[in-house]
């Protein structure tokens, strides 16, 4: 299944594959490194098709491992510090049977597990003699959910060859985005360029030591690198390109990213756990219409949601039914408006606030508070109203410290010169505290 990667590999010895600690592996090393991975699975006795959590962040052996168990054809369960608090329950979820966790040294360990019954999906995947990956769901509106992928349909995508670039890996080890991330620049020759602090001032400060070229990332992410002035402090001239995703951008932020790095393409990206990541093209680096589709994905629009088929879909959840139609499309719960070919992602249907049976959608109202002074950061959320159904309300972090109630006050003044009645926050709280994950994405809990 990894032979093609294996022979880019051997083709590009001497190209940098990896930098990790500032230090650079080569492609011969990454070649040596799988095969010596796979050696000592087949030697502590590992079945082929074995569940393996491997718990890591991206380094060499992080990913010598992934690639080896691809190999080998066993199904990858990535884990990473992220997820520490819910370890159990995922392993537990996964059926895992053995455990290598790669430390900070970059050594690994391994830990054999008592599996349990075996899940008639994985039985499935054996039969077909496919390695597998399973990833879970950040679970912000209730459980986790698992979903097995047959990895030999997202390797596909990457037989074909495109452009070898130095990128970061910024999105994790346990995403979906991370994991593209890997394989398309591993299977073009390019350089994964890894950062174990995730700051503006630590992922700048490699794209400029590193000569960087690609920063896949999220909206808040590039919030937060807008608010720090980090891209003022650091020389980004080898910077082609910035992807996002995850979540809506809202266009303020857009139009400020565009304003401060004219010369950045920036791509919104479109993927989702349980079908990869789709191919895209923004209409322009400050419009937030976008194509996506591409070879193996099919889209159509339903009620005004969207809805993807695709050859790389997960084989399906192993906690949960499977959320496919008869004929294979998955529902996504993404509202979109469409313009032709172009799509404009509004938000998560859940996420939608109902306002007296006016919608609101709250990265609309979200890029008009980010405009105002000495604001940081804000979410916007629903809550139950008995009048209204429900109201809008915002949660706002200062860049300085401020009194709240003037804050609050100068947002609801703003916002009701800028948006429709219905649309403006009733309530406005002050925080200090930060609004988003490890992943660097808004959290969000929603009052229906």
């Given at each position: 299944?990894?032979?093609?990667?294996?022979?880019?590999?051997?083709?590009?010895?001497?190209?940098?594959?990896?930098?990790?600690?500032?230090?650079?592996?080569?492609?011969?090393?990454?070649?040596?490194?799988?095969?010596?991975?796979?050696?000592?699975?087949?030697?502590?006795?590992?079945?082929?098709?074995?569940?393996?959590?491997?718990?890591?962040?991206?380094?060499?052996?992080?990913?010598?491992?992934?690639?080896?168990?691809?190999?080998?054809?066993?199904?990858?369960?990535?884990?990473?510090?992220?997820?520490?608090?819910?370890?159990?329950?995922?392993?537990?979820?996964?059926?895992?049977?053995?455990?290598?966790?790669?430390?900070?040294?970059?050594?690994?360990?391994?830990?054999?597990?008592?599996?349990?019954?075996?899940?008639?999906?994985?039985?499935?995947?054996?039969?077909?003699?496919?390695?597998?990956?399973?990833?879970?769901?950040?679970?912000?509106?209730?459980?986790?959910?698992?979903?097995?992928?047959?990895?030999?349909?997202?390797?596909?995508?990457?037989?074909?060859?495109?452009?070898?670039?130095?990128?970061?890996?910024?999105?994790?080890?346990?995403?979906?985005?991370?994991?593209?991330?890997?394989?398309?620049?591993?299977?073009?020759?390019?350089?994964?360029?890894?950062?174990?602090?995730?700051?503006?001032?630590?992922?700048?400060?490699?794209v400029e030591r590193h000569r960087v070229e690609l920063l896949p990332t999220s909206p808040t992410f590039l919030n937060l690198m807008l608010l720090s002035g980090a891209a003022e402090r650091h020389d980004l001239s080898t910077l082609q390109t910035i992807t996002?995703?995850?979540?809506?951008?809202?266009?303020?932020?857009?139009?400020?990213?565009?304003?401060?790095?004219?010369?950045?393409?920036?791509?919104?990206?479109?993927?989702?756990?349980?079908?990869?990541?789709?191919?895209?093209?923004?209409?322009?680096?400050?419009?937030?219409?976008?194509?996506?589709?591409?070879?193996?994905?099919?889209?159509?629009?339903?009620?005004?949601?969207?809805?993807?088929?695709?050859?790389?879909?997960?084989?399906?959840?192993?906690?949960a039914p499977s959320p496919f139609t008869e004929d294979g499309w998955l529902a996504t719960g993404d509202a979109v408006e469409t313009d032709g070919d172009y799509v404009r992602i509004l938000g998560r249907r859940s996420e939608i606030i109902n306002v007296g049976?006016?919608?609101?959608?709250?990265?609309?109202?979200?890029?008009?508070?980010?405009?105002?002074?000495?604001?940081?950061?804000?979410?916007?959320?629903?809550?139950?109203?008995?009048?209204?159904?429900?109201?809008?309300?915002?949660?706002?972090?200062?860049?300085?410290?401020?009194?709240?109630?003037?804050?609050?006050?100068?947002?609801?003044?703003?916002?009701?010169?800028?948006?429709?009645?219905?649309?403006?926050?009733?309530?406005?709280?002050?925080?200090?505290?930060?609004?988003?994950?490890?992943?660097?994405?808004?959290?969000?809990?929603?009052?229906?």
């Amino acid at each position: 299944m990894i032979d093609f990667l294996l022979e880019t590999f051997a083709a590009n010895r001497e190209r940098e594959a990896i930098v990790w600690r500032d230090v650079p592996a080569t492609y011969g090393w990454l070649l040596e490194s799988v095969r010596a991975w796979q050696r000592k699975l087949d030697g502590e006795g590992l079945p082929s098709g074995a569940v393996v959590a491997v718990e890591a962040d991206f380094s060499p052996n992080a990913v010598a491992l992934f690639l080896a168990l691809a190999g080998r054809g066993d199904v990858v369960v990535p884990l990473t510090s992220s997820v520490a608090a819910k370890r159990e329950t995922f392993l537990e979820t996964a059926g895992v049977e053995a455990v290598v966790s790669i430390d900070a040294a970059d050594e690994g360990r391994t830990a054999r597990r008592s599996p349990g019954p075996e899940h008639p999906l994985y039985r499935q995947l054996r039969e077909s003699g496919h390695p597998g990956l399973v990833l879970f769901s950040s679970g912000s509106t209730g459980e986790s959910k698992a979903a097995l992928h047959d990895l030999s349909g997202i390797l596909e995508k990457f037989r074909t060859p495109r452009h070898a670039r130095r990128t970061i890996s910024f999105l994790l080890y346990d995403h979906i985005g991370g994991v593209n991330t890997m394989l398309y620049t591993l299977s073009n020759a390019g350089c994964l360029v890894t950062v174990a602090d995730r700051s503006p001032d630590a992922v700048l400060a490699a794209v400029e030591r590193h000569r960087v070229e690609l920063l896949p990332t999220s909206p808040t992410f590039l919030n937060l690198m807008l608010l720090s002035g980090a891209a003022e402090r650091h020389d980004l001239s080898t910077l082609q390109t910035i992807t996002y995703g995850t979540e809506p951008m809202p266009q303020s932020t857009l139009e400020r990213l565009h304003e401060l790095l004219p010369s950045v393409t920036l791509l919104q990206t479109y993927g989702l756990s349980e079908v990869g990541i789709l191919r895209s093209k923004s209409k322009s680096s400050d419009s937030l219409w976008v194509k996506i589709g591409g070879e193996g994905f099919e889209t159509r629009v339903v009620d005004g949601a969207l809805q993807i088929r695709a050859r790389s879909a997960m084989l399906g959840y192993l906690n949960a039914p499977s959320p496919f139609t008869e004929d294979g499309w998955l529902a996504t719960g993404d509202a979109v408006e469409t313009d032709g070919d172009y799509v404009r992602i509004l938000g998560r249907r859940s996420e939608i606030i109902n306002v007296g049976g006016e919608k609101v959608y709250p990265a609309e109202v979200e890029s008009v508070i980010q405009k105002v002074d000495n604001v940081a950061a804000v979410t916007v959320r629903g809550e139950r109203n008995p009048i209204t159904g429900q109201i809008v309300c915002a949660r706002v972090t200062p860049v300085l410290p401020e009194d709240p109630k003037e804050l609050a006050l100068r947002v609801k003044a703003f916002c009701r010169e800028r948006l429709a009645p219905f649309q403006v926050p009733v309530k406005v709280q002050v925080t200090a505290d930060r609004q988003y994950s490890d992943r660097f994405k808004k959290t969000r809990r929603i009052d229906a």
